[in-house]
């Protein structure tokens, strides 16, 4: 049972991939139900864990308790997702899709590769004979899983009671941990999967080391690609004239939750440099009009004479 295809189940957590995905895209295409999306996505990473586990069957306690994290994260938010679509009818993400089936192959493309690549370094973890006695490492990665997950859960919960509320129609989300990021469910999910890859690395040797690239595409994918630079865009067209989300948008961190008080002082460089506030954030943030006092110009040329 410990060697399927290959000695750390990459080609078949891929072709398991791969199958599920295409699946789900297949019952989006045909039907246009796109409801299932995100729950393909969060419950494609239980099927690998759990499979890559039970294959192995050497259950070391290391390997079961990064694949119940992996098990309770998924589910979670494969659950969430799912109520959440049912209850609003339709994903508006895929407004511009249903019709065209190369943006839909795209979409589901990128989420297969997401689903596979993030679920690295578990895979190998469960692949491997090593077991040993805990490290440092893997209390440091735990931690940093649960605080990620506690974060990403609070900020759906908050996002989605916020959004059900009538009074908040139009607005945008600023309560809870909302007050600290404008984007801190990406901060919890990022910061849980480098805590599953710094619990697994006292078993990784050599080239296992590579699957720090999970991680790292999560983390890339969320900063430059679908998430930030998306709902930023979104947010700046439709709040980008209101003074009161210019405020909140200059003194909330985009993605590390940081106190307001002390972000807003904070300068531009410190910002992109340490806490991600990259300029094409507002790339279509609308320009402040300039208002010029007619009568103190008039004074100003008079002295300029």
């Known amino acids: 049972m410990g060697t399927v295809l290959d000695s ?3 080609a078949l957590t891929a072709i398991v991939t791969v199958v599920y995905q295409f699946i789900f895209f297949v019952i989006t295409a045909l039907f ?9 996505g969060s419950t494609n990473f239980v099927i690998l864990a759990v499979l890559t586990l039970v294959l192995k069957a050497s259950w070391h306690f290391r390997q079961i308790v990064l694949t119940l994290l992996v098990v309770v994260w998924g589910l979670r938010l494969g659950i969430f997702l799912l109520m959440r679509i049912l209850q609003w009818g339709e994903d508006r993400r895929f407004d511009e899709q249903r019709g065209n089936i190369v943006r839909l192959i795209i979409f589901w493309t ?14 190998v973890v469960n692949a491997s004979d090593a077991g040993g006695s ?9 931690t940093m899983w649960v605080f990620g997950f506690l974060i990403e859960a609070a900020a759906d919960q908050q996002k989605l009671s916020f959004k059900n509320s009538p009074e908040n129609r139009g607005k945008w989300c600023d309560v809870g941990v909302w007050k ?22 006292p078993v990784l040797e050599g080239a ?9 595409f999560l983390t890339l994918l969320l900063l430059f690609v679908s998430g930030i630079p998306l709902l930023e865009a979104s947010a700046d067209k439709k709040h980008g004239n209101s003074g009161a989300y210019r405020f909140y948008k200059k003194t909330t961190s985009p993605l590390i939750l940081f106190p307001r008080g002390v972000y807003g ?13 990259f300029p094409f954030y507002s790339r279509n943030l ?12 008039k004074e100003k040329e008079v002295k300029d004479d």
């Open 8 to 10: 750390h189940f990459l």
């Open 32 to 40: 246009k139900f796109d409801q299932v999306t995100d729950f393909a």
């Open 110 to 123: 990128l989420q297969a590769v997401w689903v596979w690549t993030v679920s690295l370094p578990l895979t």
């Open 134 to 142: 805990l490290k440092p490492a893997d209390v440091i990665g735990w």
């Open 180 to 201: 600290y990021s404008r984007h801190p469910n990406y901060f919890g999910e990022m910061l849980l999967w480098w805590g599953i890859f710094v619990a697994a690395s």
């Open 208 to 216: 296992e080391y590579f699957v720090i690239f999970g991680p790292l």
């Open 265 to 277: 002082n904070l300068p531009g460089w410190c910002k992109t440099v340490f806490l991600f506030e």
């Open 286 to 297: 609308p320009q402040e009009k300039v208002r010029v006092d007619s009568k103190n110009s």
